[in-house]
């Protein structure tokens, strides 16, 4: 009867060391578990903050573009109208043209009527 009580003591101090040893490797693997998430986490959140920057500063230099394009389009216009108004007011006779093309280039300053 003492070897079966030997025995089963023996058997019993393995069954507890196994299960100490499968709870020291459960919580191992839960803490390499979290390290991998928080890793994958890290990364994909740097990706996003890669990202939305990246389509920031291409909404930035489409927008300095069409900001430029419409700017350099108003110019163009407004060329074209000061040249039309000059050729309708040479063409009327209001103003000769030599002294339109004397003012070529120079801005007119409005005069106060006041002084």
Do not use: H, I, W
Not at 16 to 25: D, N, P, S, W
Not at 43 to 50: W, Y
Not at 57 to 79: F, I, L, R
Request: hydrophobic share 40%; aromatic share 2%.
């Amino acid at each position: 009867m003492d070897a079966l009580k030997k025995g089963f003591s023996m058997a019993k101090e393995g069954v507890v060391a196994a299960a100490e040893k499968t709870k020291a490797g459960v919580e191992e693997a839960a803490a390499k578990t979290k390290e991998g998430v928080m890793y994958v986490g890290t990364k994909t959140k740097e990706g996003v903050v890669t990202s939305v920057n990246t389509v920031a500063q291409k909404t930035t230099e489409q927008a300095n573009v069409v900001g430029e394009s419409a700017v350099a389009g108003a110019n163009q216009v407004s060329e074209k109208a000061v040249e039309s108004l000059e050729t309708v007011v040479a063409s009327t006779g209001l103003v000769k043209p030599v002294e339109l093309s004397k003012q070529e280039g120079a801005v007119e300053q409005p005069t106060d009527a006041g002084q």
